[in-house]
């Protein structure tokens, strides 16, 4: 029960802060999948890091329940990612939707790995 009640308290914040951030950056940004890419680069960083940490403590340390799984769970988003992409692609946004997916997926895996090397 501890783990779930982890997991929950730090989706809450992982969501809204998800919210507030595209919605701050879309003026900024082209489109507003752009900010959506910027937070799931950012997760994808951090999660790589909290694993790195979480390996060097062992497994599924209460840290790595509220922030890797509860809070970055939920600041990142897998569906509104595939949803934008494939509406930059119905609005014939061609180019721009394969660039939307494989700068998502390249850039994502080096974040990863960057998370994981600074972690350590």
């Given at each position: 029960?501890r783990?779930v009640?982890?997991?929950?308290?730090?989706?809450?914040p992982g969501?809204?802060?998800?919210?507030?951030?595209?919605?701050?950056?879309e003026?900024?940004?082209?489109?507003k999948?752009?900010?959506?890419?910027?937070?799931?680069?950012?997760?994808c960083?951090a999660?790589?890091?909290?694993?790195?940490?979480?390996?060097?403590?062992?497994?599924?340390?209460?840290?790595?329940l509220?922030?890797?799984?509860g809070?970055?769970?939920?600041?990142?988003?897998?569906?509104?990612?595939?949803?934008?992409?494939?509406?930059?692609?119905?609005?014939?946004?061609?180019r721009?939707?394969?660039a939307l997916?494989l700068?998502?997926?390249v850039?994502g895996?080096?974040?990863?790995?960057?998370g994981l090397?600074?972690?350590?």
């Amino acid at each position: 029960m501890r783990d779930v009640l982890l997991v929950a308290i730090g989706a809450v914040p992982g969501a809204w802060l998800r919210f507030r951030l595209v919605n701050h950056l879309e003026p900024l940004v082209p489109r507003k999948h752009w900010a959506t890419f910027a937070v799931n680069i950012t997760a994808c960083f951090a999660l790589g890091l909290i694993s790195a940490l979480e390996h060097a403590c062992g497994p599924r340390p209460p840290l790595g329940l509220l922030l890797g799984v509860g809070f970055l769970g939920s600041f990142s988003t897998f569906s509104t990612f595939s949803v934008e992409v494939l509406q930059a692609w119905l609005a014939g946004a061609r180019r721009q939707s394969l660039a939307l997916l494989l700068g998502s997926v390249v850039v994502g895996l080096l974040a990863v790995m960057l998370g994981l090397w600074l972690g350590a």
